[in-house]
Structures are given as C-alpha cells and as structure tokens.
C-alpha cells in the first residue's frame, strides 16, 4: 500500500508518495501563498493523475497544515516527530539537523536523545528574512548564490530582524559595496544568527543534515555553515521533502482514498471559530468621511508647464523609498515623486533632475534640502544647501497642517517613529528597536504572500467585513 505524506510549510506545500519499501515514486513542491484549502485540493487532484485512486495511507505535517489536517480529516503528524522519523529511515547516522523554512529554522539534537531548538517570534535568519534582503537588492533569492560566489569581502550584518539588517545594508549600497560581497555577508548573517540563537553554546557535531528550501537552494549558505561549525554537512536527495516524507511514514496514517480527500477538502467552508475584530470601516459612509477628513491636509498644487522663477527642492531619502518634491515661492506643489530606490538613490535623484532641466527650463532651484537615512549623501552628491534630520523634518511639515500638532507617527519602510510635542518643540521620541513588525516592509511580505500588491491588499482590508485577529508581533 502506497503511503502519502503531505508538509504544509509556512511559504510551501509538498506532497509525496512513498512505496511500502519507502522507494519516493511521487513528489511535488509548489508555493500555497497562503490559499492553503485550495493548493492542497490542487495538488492532490495531480497526485490523483500520476498515482491513481487506489487507497492509501496519508498524513499531514507542517507549521501551517493544522487547519488541512482537520478538513480532510487527515491524522496530523508533529512536523519535528516527522523530521527525524525520516532522517533515521533514510539517513541513520544522522546526529545533528539544522533546517530553514520560509519562516522557521531549527536545529535537532539527535545524540542522546533528541533535543530540540526552534526560533520563537521572530523569523530573522529564515527564508522570508532572505526574500526580504534579496529585494532590498534589487535581485531575486535565485541569484544570491551566484552572486555570493564571487564575493571577496563579508560585512557584518545583524540578521534578528530585518529592521536591524536593512539598517546596516543601505549604507553599504550608498557607499557602494559589491551586490556580490552583501550577498555573502547576508548569507554568514543567517548562519550566525542560526547557530547563536538557536544552538546558543552547544556544539554542532557529529553527521549534520542539511534541510529545507534555503539550504537546498543555496549552497553558499551550505559553505558558510560548513565553514562555521567546522565540518561537512549533507543535503542530501530530496531534501525538501523530508518532513513530508516523515509524516507519510509516520504508523498513524489514515487508509483512504485519495478522492476522498479531494471530496472532503471541496465541501470544507471554513472555520468560524476564529477571534474577530471590527472593520475598519462599517459602511462606504464612514470610509468616505474618513477620506474627506484627510483630504483636508493636502498642499495645493500649481502647473510647473506655466511657472517660471524661483523654487525650492526637498528630497527624503527612505530605507526603501525616494520622495522628491518641488515648491513654488507661494508654498504650492510643483512636482513630486514617490519610488523605490531599489538600492541607488543618487541614480533615483539625478533621473529626477534630468528630467526637471529638461521640461521645465524656466524653473531655477534657489535652496535645496535633503533629509531621512540618505540625507548627508544626498546633500555631498548634488550639493544641497541643507540637511536635516527626520525629525526636524517631520516637524515642520507637521505644523504646516496643524499649528498645534502634539503627537506625530510615521510609519516608513523599516521603521516606526512617533514624536510628542510640548510648547513648539519635540519633548520625546519613540522608536521600534528589536523588531520591523508593523512597518512598510512588513506589510508588503504580506501582500507579496497572498499574491497581490500594496494596493490590492490595501484596498482588500478596508473592504473586510470580519477581519481576524493575528496579533502584531
């Protein structure tokens, strides 16, 4: 009797299928962006095709594959239980297990027992943390190992969370580090950050396997690891796969078809047990009033094809965006642009003054000022009149609005900022530190995993009805 194993990780869905002498005869590996129901009806309807609808014995397993376990009524395997049934079936001399998923990472202890250490709630130095650097350099998580390979230099950079990463990344894109040489040092961050935070003092030794996608997909991050426990590692074949295929040989599994599944996973509308909070919006009334409310703070905007004389340049240079706005004398807005820096901003600006020069030759910049975490290269590469910090900055535009603003919140790319006024000037400020939660970048992993953009999935929550209470963390 054929036995069917399924994993449903934090990014991924596999599925295997395994002869009675354990021989692999069937996988898949498929992204589920979160649509879990669905990708598992998916793929069990190919499975269907490729193996046929006799009966079966299945399990599931996985951080994400609770929910699936319970509307297929398929037995439920613990995900570590399944890993090390599948490391002592197909590599029994297994002592150490370091695995990286999409948003998890653990190191097993198998001698003497088995001993576990997982990361809690932070999911830096993980595959999404990865992702996440990939983009700040303008690359996919593909290139990152050829590019690694033909570093020469690693730099430190922290890897607990992404807010602390992207902090010590930009500064070494503006000053014009290789792409090659951050992809390594990003790379020795997640090794660091693994063996630090979860090993924290014991020795990696013994056979270590290697597992999960990161450390399937990216072999420079296998040679890190390599290189800081001080020893070879093995990914071995199928090393996606290996919770799955523990889970499939796990005793427990349920006899039935796979049609059955397929059916069960069809009729299943979802659980309603879930702690609801409420809408942002209870009609199109209230988003409409809150619309014209903030309507009210907005700069009025005058034709720079019909103005000519003087006009003042203000450039914020983000974590992760670029914004760029023109002033007439009277206050008015001229221009403006809003872009990512996709790792260059002296590229971003130098484009937007190109094309200023160019359309609109009766304007003159009579004062400059930059400010944000590029502000002092922005000031030196155009020679700008000012800078200053963000704060000042945020201040200033603040009062512009409301004479008597007292408390200010920004959310950028990476980081929260919150300032309270007291008699004209900043009294305190308030920070996030540890952790990117909340912030801009936050919301776009999100986004990118539900398969839409920022603005899909912006207009998506304000429409919600029953919005589901995922904490914040």
Not at 192 to 212: D, F, P
Not at 396 to 407: E, L, N, P, T, Y
Not at 413 to 436: H, P, T, W
Request: charge should be negative; include cysteine; aromatic fraction near 8%.
């Amino acid at each position: 009797m054929l036995k069917i194993g399924i994993d449903v990780g934090s990014t991924t869905m596999k599925t295997v299928a395994l002869r009675e002498d354990n021989t692999l005869i069937y996988s898949d590996y498929q992204r589920h962006r979160s649509q879990i129901i669905d990708k598992g009806r998916e793929m069990l309807s190919a499975a269907l095709k490729e193996i046929g609808d006799e009966e079966v014995t299945i399990s599931l397993s996985g951080s994400a594959g609770m929910g699936l376990a319970e509307a297929a009524g398929i037995p439920f395997v613990q995900e570590v239980y399944a890993t090390r049934t599948a490391a002592k079936t197909f590599i029994p001399d297994t002592d150490t297990i370091i695995e990286l998923g999409g948003e998890d990472a653990k190191i097993l202890f198998l001698k003497h027992g088995l001993e576990v250490r997982m990361n809690g709630t932070c999911a830096g130095g993980t595959g999404a943390f990865i992702d996440q650097m990939a983009t700040l350099l303008g690359i996919g998580m593909e290139d990152m190992n050829e590019l690694s390979e033909k570093s020469t230099e690693i730099y430190t950079i922290a890897s607990r969370c992404g807010v602390f990463a992207k902090s010590d990344i930009q500064p070494l894109i503006n000053q014009g580090a290789k792409t090659e040489d951050i992809a390594s040092s990003i790379l020795v961050a997640v090794v660091n950050q693994t063996i630090a935070g979860l090993a924290q003092g014991r020795k990696i030794e013994g056979k270590v396997v290697y597992l999960g996608g990161p450390l399937t997909f990216i072999p420079r991050l296998r040679y890190f690891f390599d290189e800081a426990i001080g020893t070879k590692g093995v990914c071995p074949e199928n090393s996606l796969y290996y919770v799955a295929m523990g889970s499939a040989l796990s005793p427990g599994g349920r006899k039935m078809r796979i049609s059955e599944v397929i059916g069960a996973l069809e009729s299943y509308r979802g659980k309603s047990s879930f702690i609801k909070l409420d809408p942002l919006f209870r009609n199109e009334e209230e988003y409409r009033a809150f619309r014209e409310r903030h309507a009210k703070a907005s700069v009025p905007v005058s034709d720079p094809r019909t103005y000519s004389g003087r006009a003042y340049l203000g450039i914020d240079a983000g974590s992760t965006t670029i914004k760029t706005c023109l002033l007439a004398e009277n206050g008015d807005l001229l221009l403006s642009r809003y872009s990512p820096n996709n790792g260059n901003p002296v590229q971003a600006i130098h484009s937007f003054l190109s094309s200023l020069y160019e359309e609109y030759p009766d304007i003159t910049i009579a004062s400059s000022a930059s400010t944000g975490y590029g502000e002092d290269l922005m000031k030196s590469a155009f020679s700008l009149d000012y800078s200053l910090v963000e704060t000042e900055a945020h201040f200033i535009g603040a009062k512009h609005f409301m004479s008597d603003v007292d408390f200010i919140i920004d959310i950028g790319g990476q980081d929260i900022k919150c300032f309270r006024i007291r008699d004209g000037v900043i009294d305190d400020i308030f920070l996030n530190e540890a952790c990117s939660s909340g912030c801009g970048s936050f919301l776009q992993t999100f986004a990118n995993a539900l398969g839409k953009s920022a603005q899909e999935f912006a207009s998506l929550a304000i429409t919600a009805k029953t919005p589901v209470d995922l904490g914040s963390r």
